[in-house]
Structure formats: C-alpha cells, structure tokens
C-alpha cells in the first residue's frame, strides 16, 4: 500500500539524517565558537505577529485556528520569530546580540514546480551591529562556517536591496509598476523586466540604465561609471568588502541585480553559489527596519543556509561530505549512497 505525504514534503531516512547531523554539528560549532548563541523558538507563531513582517514569497504554508479562535501559522522564517524574541524577552539588553538556530520552516509554494514546502535552515542572526561592520561579520561567520563543513568552491554574490528601488524613484518609475518591476528582478527575467520598462512610458535612456545596472555582475569593475542614485549603495558594498579578511573578499561577486525576494531587507543582501548545485545554497541581509515594528528599533543582520542544498553541493564537491564524514565517523563512502566524491583536491 503507498500512504502520501503532504506536497513539497519528504522522508529523511537513517543513512541520511546522520550525513545531515554531521553538517549540522560542524555549523553549530563553527556558529558557536563565533559567540552566537543557539536558540528555539515554537514552530506555530500567531499569524498577527508575523504579517507585521513584509514576507512577499515566504508566505506561510500552513494555518490552523487554536481553541480561542485565533489563526496559528507554521513558521516561514526564523528572522521574524527572533526578532520577536528580541522585543521581548531582551527588551533592555546591550547589543550586540548572536543567535544561531536549526530549525524546520514551512512556507507556500506552487506544487507543479516541485520546491519543498518543509526546510531544514541553519543560520545566524546578528541583532544591533550596524554597518558595515555587522555586514561583514554576518559574511566572516558564513564562509568560516561553510568551508568548516568541507566546501571549498562556494561564491558569495554580493548586492543591496536598496539600489534598485533608489534608481527607480530618482528615475520617476510609477509606483504601481515598482512592485511588478522588483518581481521581475528577483527571478532574473530581464526579457520581463523589458518588457514592463518599455511598457512605462520612461525615456529611453532611463530604460537603458534600468535595464543595464541591474546585470552588472562581477569584480570591482562592476561599480565604476555608476548613476548618482547608486553610488551611495555601492560605497556600503565597498566599505563590507573592505573589512572582509582576504581569504573571504576573494570568494565575492559583485551583483548590482541582487533582490532578495523577502521584502524586509533595507542593505546589503548576499546569496551562496556552488558550481555543484544549480540553485542558492542560503542567503541574507541587512533588515535594519524589521525589529522596530516588533518594539525594539536595532540594525541587524543574518542569514539562512538550506542545509539540504548544502548536504547536496558537498556531495557534488571532490572534497566535501566524504571528507567531513570520515572526520566525523571515520567512514568512508557515503552511507546512503549519494555518490560523494574522494576527498582529493580539487584542481
């Protein structure tokens, strides 16, 4: 007899879940010996709470009412519950404050396009460290935490969720276009975003910026000959990676088209590439504004890790999981049968 799941759920069996426990391990320590704290929060949060949070695509899956009446969702995130934590359980405290977290979040997806709707998410959350300094601590912590799980080949892809909207008001964008424009953006479907410019009725010089600034993507060289509306986004851009140890500004992608597609994110905002897999293993930002509307008004930064993403790009990397598993086990092969690579230098 074949018993179904939920859509966009999946089991995790034994040989599995322990390669999954021993990069959850290995970025707990590296989160800890960082100074961030782990932390819990309850999968069901009330629905009120979490709509004070601007979530576009992270929606929630799942709602469900309790004994009172009152509408109970699965959480989409972990940002928004911390920072409801901060608000009121540390209402008084000094920041900085550092939290790391492993938690499941549940959010709405359209099934035909076979994403999940339960992610297992590893992360930190870096609240009242300002600019740039929080900023590039938020990117130290990540690449310390990834290459301690074995991936050597990752890129950090670098931008501000700022830019984009500054050019288009400077620029006279109507603001009934701004969101579909954005939308556009944050899929990288420059043939739509095109299209909705020559639709605006903008000059065509206008049009050209907006369509050319947004695929500039690269070293430095990305950030010369810039119009006056993005120099100021592009100077923070410049001040992170300058207080970036070598070894982590050189894995740095410029990507002046970088939205994120969760709308609390007011700065830099970075996403994790790996040649092994063909999607963002995690990402973050700045969400300077987001505590403030749960009572305590702070700066902060964090970030996410889809630690199913990162179990499959070290599985795809010479040295990767096979490596961190016979660390952590003295195994060899994959257990499950993934087809972990040897553990010999990648050229």
């Known amino acids: 007899m074949i018993h179904p799941i939920p859509s966009g759920t999946r089991d995790v069996l034994p040989d599995e879940t322990r390669e999954v426990r021993a990069i959850t391990d290995t970025l707990r320590g590296s989160f800890e010996r960082r100074g961030y704290g782990e932390i819990y929060t309850p999968a069901l949060e009330y629905e009120s709470v979490l709509s004070r949070a601007d979530m576009a695509d ?206 609390y994110y007011t700065g830099a905002v970075f996403e994790v590439y790996d040649p092994a897999l063909g999607a963002p293993i995690g990402g973050g930002g700045r969400y300077d504004e987001l505590l403030g509307r749960y009572g305590r008004s702070l700066p902060a930064v964090g970030f996410a890790l889809g630690v199913d993403r990162l179990h499959h790009a070290l599985a795809g990397e010479e040295r990767g999981t096979g490596a961190l598993l016979e660390r952590s086990y003295g195994g060899g092969l994959s257990a499950s049968g993934v087809g972990f690579a040897s553990s010999e230098p990648a050229p």
């Not at 608000?87 to 900085?96: D, G, I, L, Q």
């Not at 404050?97 to 339960?118: I, S």
């Not at 500039?216 to 851009?237: C, K, S």
């Open 58 to 263: 992270a929606h929630p899956a799942y709602r469900v009412f309790d004994e009172a009446g009152a509408v109970l969702v699965l959480r989409s995130d972990m940002t928004v519950p911390i920072a409801r934590v901060v608000a009121t359980r540390y209402p008084t405290s000094e920041p900085p404050l550092r939290f790391c977290y492993f938690a499941h979040c549940y959010r709405g997806v359209r099934p035909q396009r076979a994403q999940p709707r339960e992610l297992l998410q590893a992360g930190i959350e870096l609240i009242g460290a300002p600019a740039p300094e929080g900023t590039a601590e938020a990117l130290t912590v990540l690449c310390d935490a990834l290459l301690a799980t074995g991936l050597h080949d990752f890129r950090i892809g670098l931008g501000d969720a700022s830019l984009f909207p500054a050019l288009m008001a400077s620029l006279g964008v109507p603001e009934e276009l701004r969101a579909e424009l954005l939308a556009a953006l944050a899929l990288r479907d420059f043939v739509r975003l095109g299209e909705l410019l020559a639709a605006a009725g903008l000059p065509p010089d206008a049009r050209a910026m907006l369509l050319d600034l947004p695929q500039r993507r690269g070293g430095a060289g990305v950030l010369t000959d810039l119009p006056g509306p993005a120099e100021q986004a592009v100077m923070g851009l410049v001040a992170v990676h300058g207080l970036l140890a070598p070894d982590a500004a050189e894995r740095v992608i410029f990507d002046l088209g970088l939205i994120r597609n969760i709308g």
